[in-house]
């Protein structure tokens, strides 16, 4: 839709400036932006038929921090131990979307599943989830 308005606002462009037609641009004050959509959940047994397929303990728990705890891809990939907060079950997010910093809120079975995968960590500094090269 806002493609057909800036054709037709660049029509009227090119009579009022090429062909010296003396009128006002009608569509220089319309702007039309439309809502981007919310992304949608996933149902119960998608998230069940998800885990089902992923094996590897460390993708187990990023794929639980992305999906109940709401955290991008960058910022999983980017996460360290010490950013956990386990007794009051928050993960402090450096540098997010935006680079901005804030906190998110672990459920419990997040905390239990990250706990479960690096329980004697002496990473405290790295990030959990460096990069492999596996197939």
């Known amino acids: 839709?806002?493609?057909?308005?800036?054709?037709?606002?660049?029509?009227?462009?090119?009579?009022?400036?090429?062909?010296?037609?003396?009128?006002?641009?009608?569509?220089?004050?319309?702007?039309?932006?439309?809502?981007?959509?919310?992304?949608?959940?996933?149902?119960?047994?998608?998230?069940?038929?998800?885990?089902?397929?992923?094996?590897?303990?460390?993708?187990?728990?990023?794929?639980?921090?992305?999906?109940?705890?709401?955290?991008?891809?960058?910022?999983v990939a980017q996460l360290t131990v010490d950013a956990l907060e386990y007794q009051r079950r928050q993960i402090f997010v450096f540098k997010g979307k935006g680079g901005k910093d804030r906190v998110v809120y672990m459920s419990e079975d997040a905390a239990r599943r990250f706990r479960r995968t690096w329980r004697n960590d002496p990473r405290k500094r790295k990030p959990c989830f460096w990069y492999r090269r596996d197939r």
Do not use: W
């Open 1 to 75: 839709m806002t493609c057909h308005l800036q054709t037709i606002r660049l029509f009227f462009d090119y009579l009022i400036n090429e062909e010296g037609k003396s009128m006002l641009n009608p569509i220089t004050r319309i702007s039309l932006r439309l809502p981007q959509p919310l992304p949608r959940h996933m149902k119960d047994d998608q998230v069940k038929s998800l885990f089902a397929v992923i094996k590897n303990l460390r993708d187990r728990a990023m794929f639980m921090l992305m999906l109940r705890c709401g955290l991008r891809v960058q910022e």
